[in-house]
Protein backbone atom coordinates (compact mmCIF):
# COMPACT_ATOMS: atom_id res chain seq x y z
CA UNK A 1 0.00 0.00 0.00
CA UNK A 2 1.33 3.27 -0.82
CA UNK A 3 0.97 5.68 2.32
CA UNK A 4 2.16 2.58 4.71
CA UNK A 5 5.61 2.34 2.51
CA UNK A 6 6.02 5.94 2.32
CA UNK A 7 5.67 5.94 6.22
CA UNK A 8 8.37 3.15 6.69
CA UNK A 9 10.49 5.21 4.77
CA UNK A 10 9.95 8.56 6.11
CA UNK A 11 8.39 10.22 3.18
CA UNK A 12 4.95 11.61 4.31
CA UNK A 13 3.99 14.63 5.59
CA UNK A 14 4.52 16.53 8.12
CA UNK A 15 1.62 14.86 10.56
CA UNK A 16 2.66 11.85 9.33
CA UNK A 17 5.28 11.14 11.11
CA UNK A 18 2.97 9.94 14.48
CA UNK A 19 1.42 7.47 11.88
CA UNK A 20 4.40 4.34 12.45
CA UNK A 21 6.44 5.36 15.24
CA UNK A 22 8.23 1.75 14.99
CA UNK A 23 7.99 -1.37 13.01
CA UNK A 24 5.69 -2.96 15.56
CA UNK A 25 3.29 -0.15 14.98
CA UNK A 26 3.23 -0.89 11.48
CA UNK A 27 2.61 -4.81 11.71
CA UNK A 28 -0.07 -4.38 13.93
CA UNK A 29 -2.17 -2.01 11.58
CA UNK A 30 -1.52 -4.59 8.62
CA UNK A 31 -2.61 -7.73 10.45
CA UNK A 32 -5.82 -5.74 11.83
CA UNK A 33 -7.26 -3.61 9.70
CA UNK A 34 -9.14 -5.08 6.46
CA UNK A 35 -7.33 -3.46 3.09
CA UNK A 36 -7.89 -0.28 2.72
CA UNK A 37 -9.56 0.45 5.57
CA UNK A 38 -6.58 2.77 7.82
CA UNK A 39 -5.76 4.56 4.42
CA UNK A 40 -9.52 6.02 4.62
CA UNK A 41 -8.83 6.25 8.40
CA UNK A 42 -5.68 8.29 8.27
CA UNK A 43 -6.54 11.04 5.52
CA UNK A 44 -9.99 12.29 7.25
CA UNK A 45 -8.16 11.95 11.22
CA UNK A 46 -7.21 14.96 12.71
CA UNK A 47 -3.43 14.88 14.35
CA UNK A 48 -4.97 14.10 17.37
CA UNK A 49 -7.14 10.90 16.36
CA UNK A 50 -4.21 9.87 14.79
CA UNK A 51 -1.48 10.30 17.37
CA UNK A 52 -4.60 7.27 19.09
CA UNK A 53 -4.35 5.29 16.02
CA UNK A 54 -0.73 5.10 16.16
CA UNK A 55 -1.23 3.62 19.92
CA UNK A 56 -2.01 -0.63 19.40
CA UNK A 57 -3.12 -0.84 22.83
CA UNK A 58 -5.34 2.00 22.82
CA UNK A 59 -6.65 1.22 19.70
CA UNK A 60 -7.76 -2.30 20.49
CA UNK A 61 -9.98 -0.61 23.29
CA UNK A 62 -11.62 1.66 20.95
CA UNK A 63 -12.29 -1.09 18.87
CA UNK A 64 -13.29 -3.98 20.89
CA UNK A 65 -16.80 -1.98 21.35
CA UNK A 66 -17.21 -1.04 18.19
CA UNK A 67 -20.08 -2.39 16.13
CA UNK A 68 -19.67 -0.88 12.80
CA UNK A 69 -18.98 -2.96 9.56
CA UNK A 70 -15.55 -2.98 8.25
CA UNK A 71 -14.83 -2.95 4.30
CA UNK A 72 -14.67 -6.82 4.01
CA UNK A 73 -18.20 -7.46 6.25
CA UNK A 74 -20.07 -4.89 4.38
CA UNK A 75 -20.68 -6.49 1.10
CA UNK A 76 -21.55 -9.28 3.05
CA UNK A 77 -24.42 -7.78 4.99
CA UNK A 78 -25.64 -5.85 1.90
CA UNK A 79 -25.97 -9.50 -0.23
CA UNK A 80 -27.47 -10.82 3.38
CA UNK A 81 -30.45 -8.45 3.59
CA UNK A 82 -31.15 -8.72 -0.13
CA UNK A 83 -31.97 -12.37 0.68
CA UNK A 84 -35.66 -13.94 1.12
CA UNK A 85 -36.10 -14.73 4.61
CA UNK A 86 -35.95 -18.81 4.20
CA UNK A 87 -32.57 -17.82 2.41
CA UNK A 88 -29.87 -15.41 4.56
CA UNK A 89 -29.27 -18.23 7.06
CA UNK A 90 -28.26 -20.59 4.09
CA UNK A 91 -26.07 -17.66 2.20
CA UNK A 92 -24.46 -17.03 5.40
CA UNK A 93 -23.16 -20.64 5.81
CA UNK A 94 -22.22 -20.64 2.30
CA UNK A 95 -20.33 -17.63 2.86
CA UNK A 96 -18.81 -19.02 5.82
CA UNK A 97 -17.66 -22.28 4.11
CA UNK A 98 -16.53 -19.72 0.90
CA UNK A 99 -13.81 -18.71 3.28
CA UNK A 100 -12.69 -21.98 4.31
CA UNK A 101 -9.40 -20.31 5.55
CA UNK A 102 -10.53 -17.88 7.35
CA UNK A 103 -14.10 -19.33 7.94
CA UNK A 104 -13.56 -18.92 12.13
CA UNK A 105 -12.28 -15.74 11.92
CA UNK A 106 -15.16 -14.31 9.39
CA UNK A 107 -17.46 -16.43 12.13
CA UNK A 108 -16.04 -14.39 15.25
CA UNK A 109 -16.07 -10.79 13.82
CA UNK A 110 -19.70 -11.48 11.99
CA UNK A 111 -20.85 -12.85 15.52
CA UNK A 112 -19.58 -9.54 17.07
CA UNK A 113 -21.13 -6.86 14.94
CA UNK A 114 -24.38 -8.83 13.32
CA UNK A 115 -25.49 -11.44 16.42
CA UNK A 116 -29.07 -10.57 14.58
CA UNK A 117 -27.72 -12.59 11.43
CA UNK A 118 -27.62 -15.50 13.65
CA UNK A 119 -30.49 -16.98 13.79
CA UNK A 120 -31.60 -20.91 14.99
CA UNK A 121 -31.56 -21.38 11.63
CA UNK A 122 -28.09 -20.58 10.94
CA UNK A 123 -27.48 -22.95 14.06
CA UNK A 124 -29.52 -25.90 12.74
CA UNK A 125 -27.81 -25.54 9.24
CA UNK A 126 -24.44 -25.95 10.69
CA UNK A 127 -25.37 -29.27 12.83
CA UNK A 128 -26.54 -30.78 9.34
CA UNK A 129 -23.34 -29.49 7.61
CA UNK A 130 -21.34 -31.56 10.59
CA UNK A 131 -19.05 -28.32 11.34
CA UNK A 132 -18.65 -29.23 15.03
CA UNK A 133 -15.95 -26.49 15.56
CA UNK A 134 -18.24 -23.60 14.32
CA UNK A 135 -21.19 -25.44 16.23
CA UNK A 136 -19.48 -24.64 19.37
CA UNK A 137 -18.21 -21.57 18.89
CA UNK A 138 -21.58 -20.97 18.32
CA UNK A 139 -22.99 -22.61 21.27
CA UNK A 140 -20.64 -20.69 22.97
CA UNK A 141 -21.53 -17.34 22.35
CA UNK A 142 -25.49 -17.69 22.90
CA UNK A 143 -26.73 -18.84 19.44
CA UNK A 144 -29.94 -20.60 19.51
CA UNK A 145 -31.04 -23.55 17.17
CA UNK A 146 -34.48 -26.05 17.10
CA UNK A 147 -35.01 -29.33 17.41
CA UNK A 148 -33.88 -29.51 13.63
CA UNK A 149 -30.19 -29.03 14.67
CA UNK A 150 -30.09 -32.71 16.22
CA UNK A 151 -32.43 -33.99 13.99
CA UNK A 152 -30.53 -33.13 10.65
CA UNK A 153 -27.35 -33.78 12.12
CA UNK A 154 -28.95 -37.24 12.99
CA UNK A 155 -29.86 -38.14 9.11
CA UNK A 156 -26.38 -37.07 8.04
CA UNK A 157 -24.89 -39.48 10.17
CA UNK A 158 -23.11 -36.94 12.25
CA UNK A 159 -22.53 -38.72 15.38
CA UNK A 160 -20.42 -35.62 16.93
CA UNK A 161 -22.40 -33.62 16.71
CA UNK A 162 -25.46 -35.49 17.86
CA UNK A 163 -23.54 -36.45 20.91
CA UNK A 164 -22.57 -32.58 21.27
CA UNK A 165 -25.94 -31.20 21.05
CA UNK A 166 -27.47 -34.03 23.53
CA UNK A 167 -24.74 -33.18 26.03
CA UNK A 168 -24.45 -29.91 25.82
CA UNK A 169 -27.89 -28.23 24.26
CA UNK A 170 -31.50 -28.95 25.70
CA UNK A 171 -33.57 -28.28 22.58
CA UNK A 172 -33.38 -32.04 21.92
CA UNK A 173 -35.12 -33.93 18.83
CA UNK A 174 -38.01 -35.27 17.33
CA UNK A 175 -38.75 -38.49 16.18
CA UNK A 176 -37.61 -37.73 12.78
CA UNK A 177 -33.59 -38.31 14.07
CA UNK A 178 -34.10 -41.94 14.67
CA UNK A 179 -36.55 -42.61 11.77
CA UNK A 180 -34.32 -40.43 9.29
CA UNK A 181 -30.98 -42.23 10.79
CA UNK A 182 -32.31 -45.38 9.97
CA UNK A 183 -33.16 -44.25 6.37
CA UNK A 184 -30.03 -43.63 5.40
CA UNK A 185 -28.02 -46.55 7.66
CA UNK A 186 -26.66 -44.32 9.82
CA UNK A 187 -26.55 -46.98 12.79
CA UNK A 188 -24.28 -45.81 15.20
CA UNK A 189 -26.71 -42.93 15.30
CA UNK A 190 -29.59 -44.84 15.69
CA UNK A 191 -27.73 -46.90 18.18
CA UNK A 192 -26.51 -43.82 19.98
CA UNK A 193 -30.19 -42.19 20.18
CA UNK A 194 -32.14 -45.95 21.54
CA UNK A 195 -29.20 -45.34 24.39
CA UNK A 196 -30.00 -41.39 24.96
CA UNK A 197 -32.97 -40.20 24.41
CA UNK A 198 -36.70 -40.88 24.77
CA UNK A 199 -37.95 -39.41 21.78
CA UNK A 200 -38.41 -43.12 20.05
CA UNK A 201 -38.72 -43.22 16.33
CA UNK A 202 -41.94 -44.06 14.15
CA UNK A 203 -42.66 -47.24 12.11
CA UNK A 204 -41.15 -45.24 9.31
CA UNK A 205 -37.64 -45.98 10.59
CA UNK A 206 -37.53 -50.13 10.05
CA UNK A 207 -39.52 -49.18 6.55
CA UNK A 208 -37.47 -46.64 5.16
CA UNK A 209 -34.06 -48.64 6.39
CA UNK A 210 -35.94 -51.81 4.59
CA UNK A 211 -36.60 -49.75 1.72
CA UNK A 212 -33.22 -48.13 1.53
CA UNK A 213 -31.65 -52.32 2.00
CA UNK A 214 -30.06 -51.11 5.25
CA UNK A 215 -30.22 -54.89 6.97
CA UNK A 216 -27.63 -54.44 9.62
CA UNK A 217 -30.33 -51.31 10.51
CA UNK A 218 -33.78 -53.24 10.23
CA UNK A 219 -32.28 -56.20 11.97
CA UNK A 220 -31.20 -53.59 15.32
CA UNK A 221 -34.58 -51.78 15.00
CA UNK A 222 -36.15 -55.69 15.23
CA UNK A 223 -34.18 -56.56 18.00
CA UNK A 224 -34.30 -53.32 20.23
CA UNK A 225 -37.41 -51.18 19.31
CA UNK A 226 -41.18 -51.46 19.57
CA UNK A 227 -42.62 -49.46 16.85
CA UNK A 228 -42.14 -52.40 13.99
CA UNK A 229 -43.03 -51.37 10.14
CA UNK A 230 -45.74 -51.50 7.89
CA UNK A 231 -47.48 -53.39 5.03
CA UNK A 232 -46.14 -50.84 2.83
CA UNK A 233 -42.46 -51.03 3.61
CA UNK A 234 -42.24 -54.92 2.33
CA UNK A 235 -44.22 -54.03 -0.64
CA UNK A 236 -41.87 -51.16 -1.19
CA UNK A 237 -38.72 -53.69 -0.80
CA UNK A 238 -40.25 -55.86 -3.36
CA UNK A 239 -40.47 -53.16 -5.70
CA UNK A 240 -36.80 -52.34 -4.99
CA UNK A 241 -35.63 -55.95 -5.61
CA UNK A 242 -34.03 -56.18 -2.16
CA UNK A 243 -34.56 -60.62 -2.12
CA UNK A 244 -32.55 -60.79 1.64
CA UNK A 245 -34.54 -58.02 2.99
CA UNK A 246 -37.56 -59.40 1.94
CA UNK A 247 -37.22 -63.23 3.32
CA UNK A 248 -35.99 -61.51 6.67
CA UNK A 249 -39.10 -59.49 6.84
CA UNK A 250 -41.22 -62.61 5.73
CA UNK A 251 -39.46 -64.80 8.34
CA UNK A 252 -39.15 -62.47 11.56
CA UNK A 253 -41.97 -60.06 11.04
CA UNK A 254 -45.64 -60.56 11.28
CA UNK A 255 -47.45 -57.09 9.37
CA UNK A 256 -46.36 -59.06 6.00
CA UNK A 257 -47.59 -57.36 2.33
CA UNK A 258 -50.15 -56.54 0.26
CA UNK A 259 -50.83 -57.69 -3.55
CA UNK A 260 -49.18 -54.61 -4.54
CA UNK A 261 -45.94 -56.36 -3.70
CA UNK A 262 -45.83 -59.13 -6.66
CA UNK A 263 -47.42 -56.23 -8.81
CA UNK A 264 -44.30 -53.90 -8.62
CA UNK A 265 -42.11 -56.66 -8.19
CA UNK A 266 -43.23 -58.46 -11.23
CA UNK A 267 -43.54 -54.39 -12.97
CA UNK A 268 -39.81 -53.86 -12.18
CA UNK A 269 -38.84 -57.59 -13.80
CA UNK A 270 -37.80 -59.07 -10.24
CA UNK A 271 -38.33 -62.55 -11.28
CA UNK A 272 -36.57 -64.08 -7.93
CA UNK A 273 -38.97 -61.95 -5.64
CA UNK A 274 -42.35 -62.89 -7.65
CA UNK A 275 -41.48 -66.47 -7.16
CA UNK A 276 -40.61 -66.32 -3.62
CA UNK A 277 -44.07 -64.17 -3.10
CA UNK A 278 -45.58 -66.92 -5.12
CA UNK A 279 -44.07 -69.61 -3.27
CA UNK A 280 -44.17 -68.61 0.57
CA UNK A 281 -46.79 -65.48 0.65
CA UNK A 282 -50.83 -65.62 0.38
CA UNK A 283 -51.73 -61.81 -0.21
CA UNK A 284 -51.76 -62.52 -4.36
CA UNK A 285 -51.71 -60.07 -6.64
CA UNK A 286 -53.86 -58.33 -9.35
CA UNK A 287 -54.28 -58.14 -13.27
CA UNK A 288 -51.69 -55.05 -12.79
CA UNK A 289 -49.12 -57.45 -12.50
CA UNK A 290 -48.76 -59.56 -15.99
CA UNK A 291 -50.02 -56.50 -17.81
CA UNK A 292 -47.32 -54.14 -16.20
CA UNK A 293 -44.63 -57.17 -17.11
CA UNK A 294 -45.77 -57.87 -20.27
CA UNK A 295 -45.47 -53.35 -20.98
CA UNK A 296 -42.05 -53.81 -19.56
CA UNK A 297 -40.77 -56.63 -22.05
CA UNK A 298 -40.01 -59.14 -18.86
CA UNK A 299 -40.45 -62.01 -20.56
CA UNK A 300 -39.55 -64.93 -18.11
CA UNK A 301 -41.93 -62.90 -15.68
CA UNK A 302 -44.91 -62.66 -18.18
CA UNK A 303 -44.09 -66.81 -18.09
CA UNK A 304 -44.37 -67.46 -14.95
CA UNK A 305 -47.38 -65.55 -14.20
CA UNK A 306 -49.03 -66.87 -17.37
CA UNK A 307 -47.97 -70.35 -16.04
CA UNK A 308 -48.98 -70.19 -12.38
CA UNK A 309 -51.47 -67.16 -11.72
CA UNK A 310 -54.72 -66.90 -12.52
CA UNK A 311 -55.12 -62.95 -11.92
CA UNK A 312 -54.33 -61.58 -15.24
CA UNK A 313 -56.04 -60.06 -17.90
CA UNK A 314 -54.70 -60.98 -21.27
CA UNK A 315 -55.90 -59.12 -23.14
CA UNK A 316 -54.65 -55.65 -21.74
CA UNK A 317 -51.15 -57.58 -21.07
CA UNK A 318 -50.89 -58.55 -25.05
CA UNK A 319 -52.37 -54.77 -25.77
CA UNK A 320 -49.72 -53.18 -23.68
CA UNK A 321 -46.99 -55.36 -25.07
CA UNK A 322 -47.64 -54.65 -28.89
CA UNK A 323 -48.06 -50.82 -27.77
CA UNK A 324 -44.55 -50.75 -26.02
CA UNK A 325 -42.91 -52.75 -29.18
CA UNK A 326 -42.81 -56.49 -27.12
CA UNK A 327 -43.98 -58.32 -30.15
CA UNK A 328 -42.19 -61.74 -28.68
CA UNK A 329 -44.49 -61.67 -25.79
CA UNK A 330 -47.48 -60.44 -27.16
CA UNK A 331 -47.73 -63.56 -29.35
CA UNK A 332 -46.35 -65.76 -26.43
CA UNK A 333 -49.87 -64.73 -24.10
CA UNK A 334 -51.88 -64.90 -27.53
CA UNK A 335 -50.55 -68.52 -27.49
CA UNK A 336 -51.28 -69.66 -24.19
CA UNK A 337 -54.47 -67.85 -24.68
CA UNK A 338 -55.83 -69.98 -27.14
CA UNK A 339 -54.25 -72.92 -25.34
CA UNK A 340 -56.61 -71.88 -22.47
CA UNK A 341 -59.50 -71.38 -24.46
CA UNK A 342 -58.90 -75.21 -26.21
CA UNK A 343 -58.67 -76.56 -22.51
CA UNK A 344 -61.96 -74.96 -21.32
CA UNK A 345 -64.01 -76.07 -24.55
CA UNK A 346 -62.26 -79.84 -24.34
Not at 27 to 54: I, M, N
Not at 95 to 107: A, D, F, K, M
Not at 156 to 175: A, I, K, W
Not at 275 to 286: C, Y
Request: proline share 2%.
Amino acid sequence: MQLRWHALEGDHHDDDDMLFPDQDSFHFYEDTLPSGAFYKCHRSASRPARQVLAIPELFRVITTFQRGLDIELAPICRSWRKQLEYCQAPYLLQVLHLNTVENQRLLQRLLHVRPDMFTCDVMDLVARSGHLDMLQYLHEHGATCSTDAMDWAAEQGHLDVVRFLHFNRTEGCTRAAMDDAAKHGHLHVVQFLHDHRSEGATFYAMDSAAINNHLHVVEFLHKNRAEGCSKYGMDRVALEGHIDMLKFLHVHRREGCTAKALDWAAQQGHLAIVKFLHSMRTEGATPDALTWAAENGHFEVVQFLATHRREGHRVHAIQNAVTNGHAAIARYLRKSRQKQCQCVIS
